[in-house]
C-alpha cells in the first residue's frame, strides 16, 4: 500500500506570508492527490483534487502541486489568514481497492 | 444539502462491551466509508459499503463490523471494546462509482471513549 510523509512538526508563520506544505509519498505513482483541511473535533473536508497529468492546480489562496518524477505534492496558501490554521492531511488512493490512504498532517498556525 | 450525519457525537463505554455507530450520507450518495482516527496512527481505513455490499475492507480485526441499508444509510459496531478502540470514528460519503476519482464528505465524527 502506499506510504505517505507530511511534516509531523507545526507549521508557525506570519498572517500575510506563504504556506507551504510537502507531501512525498512512495511506492506507485497515483492517478491523482487529494488535500483536505482537519480543524479540531470535526471531520476532514475536502480542498482540492490534483490529477497525474496536471503539475497544478489552483483554488482561490489555495495552489497545489504534482510532481510525479520527485513523487511529491506542495500545497500552496497565499496570504494566510489565522482562519487557515487547521491541520492539512493529504491523500492518495489505494490500489486495489477503491480507499484512500491519508498522511498524517500537517498542523499550520498562522499568527495574527 | 444536508451533510453526512453521524450520531452518537461521543459516548463513552467499558472494556467489553460494544457499540453501534451511525451515519446518515449525503442524499444521493451511495458509498458510505468507514475511518479510524487516533493521535499515533492518524486515519485508518476500516470499510466501505456500497449497495448494501461491503466493497472494500481495511485491516482491522473482526471485532469491526458494518453494514448498509436500502437507503444508504450505515451503521458500524465494535464488539468486545478495547482500551485502544477509543478513537474518532469518521464516516465519510461519494457518490461512489467504480470510476473516477473518490473524493470523501466526511461526517463530524464519533468520539469513542473506551474505559
Known amino acids: 500500500s502506499q506510504k505517505i510523509e507530511q511534516n509531523s512538526e507545526a507549521l508557525n508563520i506570519q498572517e500575510g506570508k506563504t504556506a507551504t506544505l510537502t507531501c512525498n509519498y512512495t511506492?506507485?505513482?497515483?492517478?491523482?492527490l487529494q488535500w483536505y483541511r482537519q480543524d479540531p473535533g470535526r471531520g476532514p473536508v475536502f480542498l482540492l483534487l490534483?490529477?497525474?497529468?496536471?503539475k497544478e492546480k489552483r483554488k482561490e489562496r489555495l495552489k497545489v502541486t504534482f510532481d510525479t518524477t520527485l513523487k511529491q505534492s506542495l500545497f500552496h496558501i497565499t496570504a494566510s489568514q489565522p482562519a487557515d490554521s487547521a491541520t492539512y492531511l493529504c491523500a492518495l488512493p489505494d490500489t486495489g481497492r477503491r480507499a484512500l490512504t491519508f498522511g498524517s498532517g500537517t498542523r499550520l498556525q498562522v499568527q495574527p | 444539502k444536508a451533510g453526512v450525519t453521524q450520531t452518537p457525537r461521543y459516548l463513552i463505554k467499558t472494556r467489553g462491551q460494544q457499540v453501534t455507530l451511525s451515519c446518515s450520507p449525503i442524499?444521493?450518495?451511495?458509498?458510505v466509508s468507514w475511518y479510524q482516527q487516533t493521535p499515533g496512527q492518524g486515519l485508518q481505513f476500516l470499510f466501505e459499503?456500497?449497495?448494501?455490499?461491503?466493497?472494500n475492507k481495511g485491516n482491522f480485526p473482526g471485532r469491526f463490523s458494518g453494514r448498509q441499508f436500502s437507503n444508504s444509510r450505515s451503521e458500524m459496531n465494535v464488539s468486545t471494546l478495547e482500551l485502544g478502540d477509543s478513537a474518532l470514528y469518521l464516516c465519510a460519503s461519494s457518490p461512489g462509482g467504480s470510476s473516477g476519482a473518490n473524493v470523501l464528505t466526511f461526517g463530524a465524527g464519533s468520539r469513542l471513549t473506551v474505559l
Open positions: 511506492n506507485y505513482s497515483p492517478a491523482y
Open positions: 490534483i490529477r497525474e497529468n496536471e
Open positions: 459499503y456500497f449497495s448494501e455490499t461491503q466493497r
Open positions: 442524499s444521493g450518495h451511495r458509498s
